[in-house]
Each structure stands twice: as structure tokens, then as C-alpha cells.
């Protein structure tokens, strides 16, 4: 593949040719509609008959809103909404911060430009199990490398995991690690799209490295930011598998994220119940998040 | 639907695998091509690698192919998703007692009642895999024990005996730590390893309360209105109180917890006696040095085992070869059988199929495991074989008892609520 | 910039990289390389053996070499769902952009529910059994398009507002169909997010594990991931070949990344001459 988008205009124009048809149809859409309406809203949107019911996966039966109020019993259901919100809004601002400064270096005219970029994008390919696995080990309250770094600076640490007012912040920040990569690289495309002319003018200008990046790269790369946010904070909601990965939501329930409520419900064979949670879970993400995305898209006409 | 007589899993009902039909069709003249379906654990691949092999080279013309699932809450579902959309293997490996009663047994399983190979299955078994007046699955390994894995160097070296109450016990924990070994390994990185002192404690239970399981099912007994149930949540909290726990229980693992016990590091781990071939495989060199011994209550006159069942091999009524899937059946349970099991995994516990013996040379904790099982009225059987009931938040509440987050009589409360949530999702009568 | 700054921005970067970075990888390594009983107290230390081989041979062989199998699998898989995935998300993408309906909202709401809702596995099932897809591994690709289909889709909404409309207005004039004008003119000047997105889904799918596990089962339609599984168990786990495995799972999707970032790095340049 050649680098260059320099022959838009060459495309051989057919003699006849309807002009009367809008140059972006509406069947563009059908292929995707298709796949994902069959395979995944036709399931899962009538799967939510089965919130209303006790299902055992063998046998079903009708058991109205039961499922609804059994859901608003759970007695860690508070603290589970809590961390949620905690855990996205923290994973999220610290994924924008952190992709955003990271793209910038690593889209600047440093050395290792392209190692570095492989390092930080390496612990998106890692398993989410072994990224558990590895940080729980460094994490261990005696034995862990992150103490014992912490011990030769003369400071005790605390358990990071087994603190149970600690152990969600603690895999926010793993969940920091392993997704700035991506944040990053979707970073880097926004900035990568920025044409470079702006940036010669306001060379000329004088403008510092800093107004560069304020009155250019940070409103020219909204697309990119209105997808970091989008994107990792409905990720932030709804993700579990770090946290089941390192705490299963421990100790005790300390660490439950609503999502992982609803999991331990599932395994439980609580099949009906556990539907109830997704539509429960889903209200409270669409509330949250849709708004947010209307925001983030209305600005977008500004520019 | 038509089935043709290739693997039904990899053509899974009306789904026809393209891919599968042509390597499916070539093998196939005379030999009979079964799937097994099996847990992930390393004891349970190896010993049904030995199972398949024995029974392969006793009949040529049926071919076994082994699948693994993971275990857990994972494995549950892929087990249920796989019977409930008529994907399952022609036979399979899953839990006996109250796990085995969700799957609907009646509904999707092959009943054996008239198998004669039944006859050779112990009937403490049989109960266990029981529903409806009709028997579903033969065991495969032994029964264990649940109790305490203690360290017999520690005990020779400390001059201690075996306790037989629970303050003989605290007793012997305070010499323990005055010494300075750890007292109580306890490893809630697992949660599961958490539960032991509760699910172990229910032969004391039940020899104060004898029909405590059938009015637990029933709605009517309660963990924390039952003074004898709630024995188990307290020790958990007193053991935690006396800071007999090592410093890490909160992270380690089970392998820390089994490593600590082996080489001498702690002296008890309130665990499941299948450990013990884990510990054979981890730490052969120290295998002489674990013992074990029943969780003891307040009564010295009374002491005995809360015993587990093995898992069985069910037959799904999705099967094309059923008699095929029935001449397994009939190896597992024989004494060829379990003779395979020993060589690939060893003995650790009592055979549960009439004729088995176990080889004379078992590893100390079995061998202190077995006069429980020959005398009269020294072990019962653990709740979950004798009640449907059981939640699934106790690994969560037991890990908060013992790390003191949560009182044990809160946390008995809150396990009632849970189960009462458990048994209304699964429709049981009268809840 | 002075090259005095420059080399000091770099230092401070490789050494903060390293720190945060690299010494989790490290330890993954490390545990690869130990024997099964200094791997299982899971700390910090050097391999007192060194058993790399043995290791490496029983994690390729374990199970009939099922991780071959796997990778094959797993490779069919992410090629067969990234094509489907960047050409349908796009068409979507472009679109919905440009074009002003009153259906937009109402797409925008679906694509985002993809994102927000669980499937349902089941009712998946029992659907694929109807479509006679379940248990295939195109069955699979179809799965996989559905479920990250969404994300592409927002990716590439956001995106495609960078291309000024004039590019296609000029397409327009000189008579190219709408196909043409996709296909020749958007989706080219799309390649930087293309990149993103077959960077990132293609990680995202080559490490899926729950939906193969459901949709997918046998021992012949084993995917990557779920080899993990031969060496951890709920009771037992061989560290050290257990993280041999993640390592050798990571490597194909490492060589992606290093392939797609070199073209990344060539799109900045060409970016620059032409200002």
C-alpha cells in the first residue's frame, strides 16, 4: 500500500449515470444492518422477556417484575453502583489525560518514537488474565514488587488489594494501564489527521509548544477525544473482567461493580435475574451515557 | 432432526459444521466416535486420559474424544448452555448432589436405573445423584473428606495430639504460635478456600440438630437462628481474633496455602482432602508430612467427617450412541476403573464402587482419612448433597467473617437471605 | 528545539516507559521461564533453572498441539471478521455522516446499545442453531462483526468529519458513483483510523475468549484464548506455562501492531512533506 491519498480526482467517471440518487444511499447501511440486526438486536432485545420471568435455562416461567425487585434487594447493590461510577469516571478521565499527553510525545519528533509506541500499546494485547494475574502478584501486600519498592523508600505499603476501601481504586489504575494504550492510538490518529499547515503557520507566528497544542491539536483532534470518551467511559460502566480477574469483587464485596454483580448472578444460574440486571444496568448506562454523546456530537457542529 | 454417526458436538443439531462433514465421514467405517465432556483440573485430564485409554484398548471399535471446559460458575453454564440448546457432548463429567439437581435431570439426562452396573455403585453414591426416583451418573474418583490438613512435623516436634473439641484445637493453635509457625493458613486470594470451616463444621452440626438439612430445605431451619449452624461463622471469626492467621491470608493463594502446609510453614489448612493429590503433584517430597483430621466440635464423645461426594459421568438424552456411552459407564464403574484412576492420580480417599480397595501404600493424610469411613456413624455427608439449598455468596461472606470485616452473626444472616433469593429463583417448594 | 531537549524529552520517556511499562513485562517473562514451583510463589526473581525449552515444547504440544489448531482458528477468525468489520463500519460510518435523514438518531441509539447491552447467549444460540451457523467458524466471523461492529462504527462516524466535503463534492462533478467515490476517494483518506481499527479489533477478537467459548465449542474449533485454560484450572495452575502461553498468544498480534504502527509513523511523514 503507497502512502499517498493524492488522486481522489482520478476516478474514471462512467459514461451514464443516474444524477438524480443521493451520492451517500441509504443501502450503505444494510449490510452492517443486517449482521448486527439479526445477530445481535434480534437475541438480545427479545431476550428481555426473559427478565420477566424465572428461568432456569430448562424451563421458564412468568413471574412479572419479581426479577426487577429481587434486583433492588441485593444487599450490595448501592455500594455496586457506587464503584461503578467511581470506576468510570476515574478509568475515563485518566485514559483521556494520560492517551492525549502520550499521543503528543509520541506523535513529536522524539527518539524511540516507535518502540515507545509499542511499549505503551503492548498491555492491550495481553490477555486481560494475565495482566490480573501479574498485577495481583506485584500488588501483594508483602511479597509484591510494588511494596518492596515502597519498603527500600522507607514506606510501608498498604494492601492494595485487600484493603477493601482500596482494592477498586487499585484496579482502576491496572484498568489505566492496560487501556491508555488504545486511548493512545486513537490519539494519534486524530492528531495524525491534523493537516500539517496548520502548525507551519502558527510557527510563523511565533505560537509556543503549548499554544500549538491548545488552540490546534486539542480542538483539531475532537474526533478522536469525543471517541476516547464516548468509548472508555460506557467501557468503564460496563467492563468487569479486570476486576474479576484481580478481586472477583473483594474482599468480600468490596470491590463489586454492578456488572460483576450481575456475572456472580449469572454463574449462579440466576438466569432470569441476571437479564433483569442488564436491562437495569443498560437504563442506567444509556442515561448516562447518551446524554453525554448528544453533548460531545452537538459541539462537534461548532467547529 | 438427522444425525449422522460422527462427533454430535461438532455438528451441533441442525447447525451441519460444512467444515466438520468431510473429516467427519473418512473415519468412520466401524469405529463408534464418542465425546467426553470434562473439567480443566489436571487431576481430572489425567485421570480420564487413563479412563479412555483402558477402555479404548478393551473395545477397538469405539473411540473416546476428550473436551475440557473450564470448572466453576464458568463451567456450571457452559454446562447447563450446552444440555439447554442440545449441544452436549454424549457423555459428560459434572458435580453430584445440589449442583447436579439444576440441570433438570428428568428433562435432558439418560436415566440408568436399569443399568446393571448400578449394582456395583455404593448406595451412599446413588442418593447423590438421585432425582425423581431415578439414578443419572456413576462416580468417578473416591470420596473425600472435608476437615484439616495439619502438618505432622509441627505436631511431632511441638508434641501435640490430635484435637478432638474445638478449644482443644485453640489450644493447640496458641502452642503453634508461641513457637512461631503460623497457626491457620488462610488464603481468600481464592475465595473458595474460605468456606471450609463453615462446610466442614456440618457433621457437628448435624449431631446436635439430626434433621437440620431436611428443615433447611423445607424454610424452615436457619444459619443464624441455629446456634449449632452458626459454630462454623464463629471459629472462622475466633481464629481471625486470635491473629492465628498468616500475615498475607487476605492475597495468598491456595498453592501459597498448600506450600505453607507442606513445608512447614503453617501447621493447619481447613481444606478438602482432594488437595491432597494436588500436593502430590506440587510437593512430592513433603507428602509424608501432611496429615489430616476431622473439623472438631464441642463435644469430645463426638467426632466425625464431613464428607464429599466425587463427581459422576452423566449421559445426556442428546446422545446418538447411548449404548455405546453406557459400555463407558459400566468401565468407570468397575474395578479396572478405578484401578485407572489410581495409577494416573492416585488414592485419596475410598472408592465409592463395590471391590475397589485401595493400594496399601496412601499417602498419610488418606490413610488418616479412612478409619472415619469404617466405623459406624462418623461421617455425614456435606449440606449440598443432602439439600438443593445452597447460595452462592458464601465465599464472599466467609471472606469478610475472616478478615473481620463482618461479624459472624451479620454475615449468617446475610447467607440466609442469599440462599431464600437462591431457592426462589430456582422455584423450590415452599419459599 | 535544542537537540539537548530533545534527548532529555527521550530519556524521561523511556525511563518513565520502562518503569510503568516494562517491568510488568518483565515479570510476565520472567514467570514464563521459571519451573513449575518458583513460578507458583509469583514473585520477582531470577529463574534459578532456566527451563525455557521445556516449557515452550509442553505449551505447543500440550493437547495434540491444540495451540496450533488456534492460532489457525483464531487467525481465520480476526482476518474474515477485521475485513467485514472495516468495510461494513465505514460504509456505515461515512454515511451517517454526511448524510441528514431523520433515521439518525435512531441509528446513533442502536449503535450506541451495542455498546452499552450484553448479549444474550442463549436466545444467540438458539438463533445460529436456526441459521445453521452455530459451531461454525463463519457463524463465529458473523458474531464478532455484530458485537464490534458498534465501536467501529463510532470510530469512523467521528472521523470521516475530517475529510472535507469538497473531496467528495469534486468526485460528484467529475460523475463517480457513490461506490466509487467510498471506495476510491473516502476510504483511503480513512486509512489512519483504519488503522486504529484494525489494530485495535483485531487484538479485540484474536482475544476473545467468552463468546468462542459459547458459540464455538468442539476441541477442532479452538481459539488462542482458550488454551489458556490447559494450564489454569479453578484448583490448580502452572504459572510458568500458563504465562508462556499468554506469551506466545501475544506474539501475532504484536507483529500486527508493529506492522500497522510502521505505516502510521509513514502516513505522519508523507503528511509532512505535502505542508
Known amino acids: 500500500m503507497t502512502t499517498t491519498v493524492s488522486t481522489p480526482i482520478a476516478v474514471p467517471a462512467k459514461p451514464r449515470h443516474r444524477r438524480r440518487s443521493s451520492p451517500y444511499p441509504t443501502w450503505f447501511l444494510l449490510p452492517a444492518a443486517i449482521v448486527y440486526g439479526i445477530l445481535f438486536l434480534i437475541p438480545t432485545f427479545a431476550s428481555l422477556y426473559f427478565s420477566l420471568t424465572r428461568w432456569t435455562l430448562f424451563n421458564s416461567s412468568f413471574i412479572g417484575l419479581d426479577n426487577f425487585v429481587a434486583f433492588f434487594e441485593e444487599p450490595f447493590l448501592i455500594q455496586g453502583v457506587v464503584n461503578t461510577i467511581i470506576f468510570a469516571l476515574l478509568t475515563c478521565a485518566l485514559k483521556v489525560v494520560f492517551g492525549l499527553g502520550l499521543a503528543v510525545l509520541l506523535t513529536s519528533q522524539i527518539h524511540a518514537r516507535g518502540l515507545l509506541r509499542s511499549v505503551v500499546f503492548f498491555p492491550v494485547l495481553v490477555s486481560t488474565v494475565g495482566v490480573g494475574i501479574a498485577f495481583t502478584a506485584m500488588m501483594h501486600p508483602t511479597d509484591g514488587i510494588i511494596n518492596a519498592g515502597l519498603g527500600l523508600l522507607g514506606i510501608k505499603g498498604p494492601g492494595w488489594l485487600t484493603n477493601p476501601s482500596l482494592a477498586i481504586y487499585s484496579v482502576a489504575f491496572v484498568e489505566v494501564w492496560r487501556g491508555v494504550g488504545l486511548a493512545t492510538v486513537i490519539f494519534i490518529a486524530g492528531i495524525v489527521s491534523i493537516p500539517q499547515d496548520y502548525y507551519e503557520a502558527a510557527r510563523i507566528d511565533g505560537a509556543t509548544g503549548w499554544e500549538r497544542f491548545v488552540y490546534i491539536t486539542l480542538p483539531l483532534s475532537r474526533p478522536a477525544m469525543v471517541t476516547v470518551v464516548i468509548l472508555s467511559f460506557i467501557h468503564g460502566l460496563r467492563n468487569f473482567e479486570l476486576v474479576w480477574a484481580m478481586t472477583r469483587g473483594g474482599p468480600g464485596f468490596a470491590s463489586d461493580v454492578l456488572a460483576s454483580v450481575i456475572y456472580k448472578q449469572y454463574q449462579a444460574g440466576f438466569y432470569g435475574l441476571s437479564t433483569a440486571g442488564n436491562v437495569v444496568l443498560f437504563v442506567l448506562i444509556a442515561a448516562m451515557a447518551v446524554p453525554l454523546y448528544l453533548y460531545l456530537n452537538r459541539k462537534e457542529g461548532h467547529q | 432432526m438427522t444425525r449422522s454417526n460422527f462427533p454430535a458436538v461438532l455438528l451441533g443439531g441442525t447447525a451441519v459444521g460444512l467444515l466438520a462433514l468431510g473429516a467427519g465421514a473418512a473415519s468412520a467405517q466401524d469405529t463408534v466416535n464418542l465425546t467426553l465432556l470434562i473439567d480443566n483440573s489436571a487431576d481430572t485430564v489425567a485421570l480420564t486420559e487413563q479412563l479412555v485409554a483402558d477402555f479404548e484398548a478393551r473395545n477397538p471399535n469405539i473411540d473416546i474424544e476428550i473436551e475440557t471446559r473450564p470448572g466453576g460458575g464458568e463451567g456450571d453454564n457452559i454446562v447447563k448452555t450446552r444440555l439447554a440448546t442440545g449441544q452436549m457432548t454424549d457423555i459428560f463429567l459434572y458435580n453430584s448432589g445440589s449442583l447436579l439437581q439444576a440441570l433438570a435431570p428428568s428433562q435432558t439426562l439418560v436415566p440408568l436405573t436399569d443399568q446393571p452396573f448400578l449394582d456395583r455403585v455404593l448406595d451412599s453414591f446413588e442418593s447423590t445423584v438421585t432425582s425423581g426416583g431415578d439414578v443419572y451418573g456413576v462416580p468417578v474418583q473416591t470420596a473425600m473428606g472435608g476437615g484439616i490438613l495439619y502438618n505432622r512435623d509441627i505436631y511431632e516436634e511441638l508434641d501435640l495430639e490430635i484435637p478432638m473439641t474445638w478449644d482443644a484445637f485453640m489450644a493447640n493453635n496458641a502452642t503453634i504460635a508461641e513457637a512461631g509457625y503460623v497457626p491457620v493458613i488462610q488464603t481468600y486470594r481464592d475465595t473458595w478456600t474460605s468456606q471450609l470451616f463453615v462446610l466442614a463444621d456440618f457433621y457437628n452440626v448435624l449431631a446436635e440438630e439430626p434433621d437440620f438439612a431436611e428443615r433447611y430445605t423445607a424454610n424452615e431451619a436457619k444459619y443464624a437462628t441455629s446456634d449449632a449452624a452458626l459454630e462454623g461463622f464463629r471459629h472462622l471469626a475466633e481464629v481471625h481474633e486470635a491473629g492465628y492467621m498468616n500475615e498475607d491470608f487476605g492475597a495468598a493463594t491456595y498453592d501459597d496455602g498448600l506450600r505453607m502446609l507442606s513445608t512447614g510453614e503453617g501447621a493447619h489448612y481447613p481444606m478438602l482432602t482432594f488437595a491432597i493429590a494436588a500436593i502430590e503433584a506440587t510437593y512430592p517430597e513433603n507428602l509424608d508430612s501432611v496429615g489430616f483430621f476431622a473439623q472438631p466440635g464441642s463435644d469430645p464423645e463426638i467426632n466425625g467427617l464431613t464428607t464429599w461426594m466425587p463427581a459422576a459421568l452423566y449421559v445426556p438424552k442428546t446422545t446418538s450412541h447411548p449404548e455405546e456411552a453406557m459400555a463407558f459407564l459400566d468401565f468407570v464403574a468397575s474395578v479396572d476403573g478405578c484401578n485407572a484412576i489410581t495409577e494416573a492420580v492416585g488414592a485419596t480417599g475410598p472408592y465409592l464402587v463395590e471391590g475397589c480397595d485401595l493400594p496399601s501404600d496412601v499417602p498419610a493424610a488418606t490413610a488418616d482419612m479412612l478409619p472415619y469411613f469404617e466405623e459406624d456413624g462418623r461421617t455425614a455427608p456435606a449440606l449440598e448433597f443432602l439439600s438443593p439449598v445452597k447460595g452462592p455468596t458464601l465465599e464472599q461472606l466467609t471472606v469478610e467473617v475472616g478478615s473481620g470485616i463482618r461479624s459472624p452473626e451479620d454475615a449468617a444472616a446475610l447467607y440466609d437471605q442469599d440462599v431464600e433469593r437462591q431457592a426462589q429463583q430456582l422455584g423450590l417448594e415452599g419459599w | ?275
Open chain 3, 1 to 275: 528545539m535544542t537537540l539537548v531537549r530533545r534527548y532529555g524529552l527521550t530519556v524521561a520517556a523511556l525511563i518513565g516507559a520502562g518503569f510503568v511499562f516494562v517491568v510488568p513485562f518483565l515479570f510476565i517473562v520472567l514467570t514464563a521461564v521459571k519451573d513449575r514451583t518458583q513460578a507458583a510463589q509469583l514473585d520477582f526473581t531470577w529463574p534459578t533453572s532456566f527451563p525455557l525449552w521445556e516449557n515452550f515444547w509442553t505449551v505447543i504440544s500440550t493437547r495434540d498441539f491444540m495451540l496450533i489448531t488456534a492460532y489457525i482458528n483464531s487467525t481465520i477468525l480476526t482476518v474474515g471478521s477485521i475485513t467485514l468489520l472495516v468495510i461494513l463500519a465505514a460504509m456505515v460510518g461515512y454515511v451517517r455522516q454526511r448524510r441528514k435523514a431523520w433515521w439518525n438518531g435512531l441509528v446513533d441509539f442502536l449503535v450506541l446499545a451495542g455498546l452499552m447491552m450484553p448479549p444474550a447467549v442463549v436466545p444467540t444460540i438458539w438463533l445460529l442453531q436456526q441459521l445453521g451457523l452455530f459451531a461454525t467458524l463463519h457463524g463465529m466471523i458473523f458474531i464478532e462483526v455484530a458485537y464490534n461492529i458498534s465501536f467501529c462504527i463510532i470510530l469512523y462516524r467521528a472521523f470521516v468529519a475530517t475529510i472535507p466535503r469538497e473531496m467528495d463534492e469534486a468526485a460528484i462533478i467529475d460523475g463517480a458513483r457513490p461506490m466509487d467515490i467510498f471506495f476510491r476517494v473516502i476510504l483511503p483518506m480513512l486509512k489512519p483510523v483504519t488503522i486504529t481499527v484494525i489494530v485495535v479489533q483485531s487484538v479485540a477478537i484474536f482475544n476473545d475468549f467468552v463468546n468462542p467459548l459459547y458459540y464455538l465449542p468442539g476441541n477442532d474449533n479452538v481459539t488462542v484464548q482458550l488454551t489458556l485454560y490447559n494450564f489454569q484450572s479453578q484448583f490448580n495452575t502452572s504459572y510458568n506455562l500458563l504465562f508462556m502461553n499468554i506469551l506466545l498468544v501475544t506474539i501475532p498480534p504484536l507483529i500486527v501492531f508493529l506492522f500497522f504502527n510502521r505505516q502510521i509513523v509513514a502516513g505522519m511523514t508523507s503528511g509532512a512533506v505535502k505542508g
